[in-house]
C-alpha cells in the first residue's frame, strides 16, 4: 500500500507568549513538495510558530494537522558537547536508523571534523551539524528555525540546495529566517499579518 502524501496545516492558530498574544487567525496548508519562507521581527513570533507545528508548545487558539514525521532545526542540536562529532552524531543517526551517514557528513562538509570535540566547533560548524541530524532523520517534513544564521555565504547555498531537494523528492519544508532561500515556488507567510490589534492584545 502507498503511503499517505504528507500534509502540514494549521486552522485558525493563535498563540501567546507570557501574557501576550503574538498572532491569531493563521492558517496555512502545505502539501508534498510545498515550501513556506516564515519572516517576520525578532519576536514576532516565528520561532513560536514552529514550536507550536512541531508540538513543542500548545496554541493559545487554534489547532496543528500533519501526516507524516518532522525534523526540527532549532537552536538547540541535542548533540554532547564533549564527544568527538562523528560519534555524537552517530548516536543519533543509530536511533533514526539513517541509511548512508557518510554521505550525509560529506554533503554537509563535516567529513573532516569527524574527530573534533562538539564544543569547539564553529556556530556554522555547528549549523551544519544540526542540518546533518535533520538529514538523518528522513522525515517527509522539516522545521527549520533560522538554518542560514551563522552560516558563510557557500553554506547558505547549500542549505536552500537541501531544501530544493528535499521538496523535489517530495517532502515539505518550513522555514523561518531573515534571510532569502533560493527554493522555486517557494511561499511566504508574513507572521505580522496576524498580529493582533492592540484591543485584542490588551484582552
Known amino acids: 500500500m502507498q503511503a499517505p502524501s504528507p500534509f502540514l496545516a494549521a486552522e485558525n492558530l493563535a498563540c501567546r507568549r507570557g501574557d501576550r498574544l503574538l498572532f491569531r487567525r493563521l492558517s496555512f496548508r502545505l502539501d508534498a513538495g510545498a515550501a513556506c519562507h516564515v519572516t517576520g521581527a525578532n519576536g514576532a513570533g516565528k520561532t513560536t510558530l514552529i514550536r507550536a507545528l512541531a508540538g513543542l508548545t500548545s496554541p493559545y487558539a487554534g489547532r496543528v494537522n500533519r501526516d507524516g514525521a518532522l525534523a526540527l532545526l532549532g537552536e538547540r542540536t541535542g548533540l554532547d558537547p564533549d564527544l568527538p562529532l562523528a560519534r555524537a552524531l552517530a548516536f543519533w543517526f543509530a536511533l533514526d536508523r539513517a541509511d548512508d551517514t557518510p554521505a550525509i557528513l560529506a554533503r554537509l562538509r563535516l567529513d573532516g571534523l569527524a574527530e573534533v570535540p562538539v564544543r569547539y566547533l564553529s ?37 536552500g540546495e537541501l531544501v530544493r531537494d528535499h521538496c523535489a523528492a517530495g517532502g515539505i519544508a518550513l522555514i523561518a529566517s531573515h534571510q532569502p532561500l533560493d527554493v522555486p515556488g517557494m511561499t511566504r507567510l508574513a507572521i505580522e499579518d496576524f498580529a493582533p490589534a492592540e484591543t485584542e492584545d490588551a484582552a
Not at 535533520?134 to 555565504?153: K, N, Y
Open 123 to 159: 556556530t556554522g560548524q555547528t549549523k551544519r551539524a544540526a542540518l546533518a541530524r535533520v538529514l538523518g532523520q528522513a522525515a517527509p517534513i522539516w522545521l527549520l528555525d533560522e538554518p542560514l544564521s551563522g552560516l558563510d555565504t557557500a553554506s547558505q547555498s547549500l542549505v
